[in-house]
């Protein structure tokens, strides 16, 4: 049995439902230590006091929201060039999940923004290109409900999923490339990070949290898809929780 | 530890509305989401019921 036998969205249906409670149990988990640490273990902080708790759900967030959209881009281009039903089914599962994080991001960074920079927008490149994803999300999934053909449907979200993708560098960056009110990096893979450890661990206890989060969330939500696609299949009459 | 009592813990050092507002609606929308799919799960399994009823009458 290949790896190809799971690229079939009859095989992958049973396979991710028992994926779910895996990555839902990891994600509670280290989202109780994430929790623990950025409340009972992580300092005070000297110039932001306890407002900067807020990071420890902003800045995952945000990480999600730009590295789901590069995952479901990923299926979405593998689905226009191999064109398997599976892989646009789960950059479709993907787009609801990487909203909702774009969302959260602009939200928990408008309440960070108030008490640290006096205001909750402003215009600059950092903020205007999240939610520029946040727009490219929405964008795509109203195109997908828009066409009733859904293999019609993949190929041009897919090709608008693929165009955006030109936005994540841009919200990466942006910090470097304009002269923005919002914060550079305090994490990057070629320097230590500038802040404590404790604050550091809460942050990526929360990070891997979310990222669980999402698998789990969205290996059930392409379960939904799958049905709702193959409804007329044979396999799915014969499934165990449809006869009941 | 961090915080002398419970009221210190929920004001947050005077940040309580920032940091709250944040922490609720993150939680709030991340319990919400996986009851909207299990809502859209229960929806996909009557489509495939309805169209094994279909089935049957035809055959």
Same mark, same amino acid.
């Given at each position: 049995? =290949?790896? @190809?036998?799971?690229? #079939?969205?009859?095989?992958? @249906?049973?396979? +991710?439902?028992?994926?779910?409670?895996?990555?839902?149990?990891? +994600?509670?988990?280290?989202?109780?230590?994430?929790?623990?640490? *950025?409340?009972?273990?992580?300092?005070?902080?000297?110039?932001? *006091?306890?407002?900067?708790?807020?990071?420890?759900?902003?800045?995952?967030?945000?990480?999600?929201?730009?590295?789901?959209? !590069?995952?479901?881009?990923?299926?979405?281009?593998?689905?226009?060039?191999?064109?398997?039903?599976?892989?646009?089914?789960?950059?479709?599962?993907?787009?609801?999940? *990487?909203?909702?994080?774009?969302?959260?991001?602009?939200? $928990?960074?408008?309440?960070?923004?108030?008490?640290? &920079?006096?205001?909750?927008?402003? &215009?600059?490149?950092?903020?205007?290109?999240?939610?520029?994803?946040?727009?490219?999300?929405?964008? @795509?999934?109203?195109?997908?409900?828009?066409?009733?053909?859904?293999?019609?449907?993949?190929?041009?979200?897919?090709?608008?999923?693929?165009?955006?993708?030109?936005?994540?560098?841009?919200?990466?960056? $942006?910090?470097?490339?304009?002269?923005?009110?919002?914060?550079?990096? #305090?994490? =990057?893979?070629?320097?230590?990070?500038?802040?404590?450890?404790?604050? !550091?661990?809460?942050? !990526?206890?929360?990070?891997? +949290?979310?990222?669980? @989060?999402?698998?789990?969330? $969205? !290996?059930?939500?392409?379960?939904?898809?799958?049905?709702?696609?193959?409804?007329?299949?044979?396999?799915?009459?014969?499934?165990?929780?449809?006869?009941? | 530890?961090?915080?002398?009592?419970?009221?210190?813990?929920?004001?947050?050092?005077?940040? %309580?509305?920032?940091?709250? %507002?944040?922490?609720?609606?993150?939680?709030?929308?991340?319990?919400?989401?996986?009851?909207?799919?299990?809502?859209?799960?229960?929806?996909?399994?009557?489509?495939?019921?309805?169209?094994?009823?279909?089935?049957?009458?035809?055959?």
């Amino acid at each position: 049995m =290949s790896l @190809y036998h799971y690229a #079939s969205p009859q095989h992958f @249906y049973p396979l +991710a439902g028992k994926m779910v409670p895996w990555f839902a149990w990891l +994600a509670a988990i280290s989202a109780a230590i994430g929790l623990w640490i *950025g409340f009972f273990v992580a300092p005070t902080d000297a110039q932001q *006091g306890e407002a900067y708790r807020i990071i420890f759900v902003h800045v995952p967030a945000s990480w999600m929201s730009m590295f789901i959209y !590069l995952v479901m881009a990923g299926y979405a281009g593998l689905g226009l060039v191999l064109n398997t039903r599976l892989s646009s089914m789960m950059a479709q599962a993907l787009a609801p999940t *990487g909203a909702l994080f774009a969302f959260l991001s602009l939200w $928990s960074g408008a309440l960070w923004g108030r008490p640290t &920079w006096g205001t909750y927008w402003v &215009w600059d490149a950092r903020l205007t290109s999240e939610l520029v994803l946040l727009f490219l999300y929405l964008g @795509y999934m109203a195109l997908n409900a828009a066409i009733e053909d859904p293999r019609r449907a993949d190929k041009a979200s897919g090709l608008l999923a693929l165009v955006g993708v030109v936005n994540v560098p841009i919200i990466y960056f $942006s910090v470097q490339w304009w002269n923005t009110l919002h914060q550079g990096a #305090s994490v =990057s893979l070629t320097r230590a990070p500038s802040m404590a450890a404790a604050m !550091l661990a809460g942050m !990526l206890a929360m990070a891997f +949290a979310f990222w669980m @989060y999402s698998i789990a969330v $969205s !290996l059930a939500r392409v379960r939904a898809i799958i049905l709702e696609r193959e409804a007329h299949f044979d396999w799915a009459r014969d499934l165990r929780e449809v006869k009941r | 530890m961090n915080w002398g009592s419970t009221a210190e813990f929920f004001a947050m050092g005077g940040y %309580g509305f920032y940091v709250w %507002g944040s922490f609720a609606v993150t939680a709030a929308c991340l319990i919400a989401e996986p009851l909207l799919v299990r809502t859209r799960m229960r929806q996909a399994l009557e489509q495939v019921r309805a169209q094994a009823g279909k089935h049957e009458t035809a055959a």
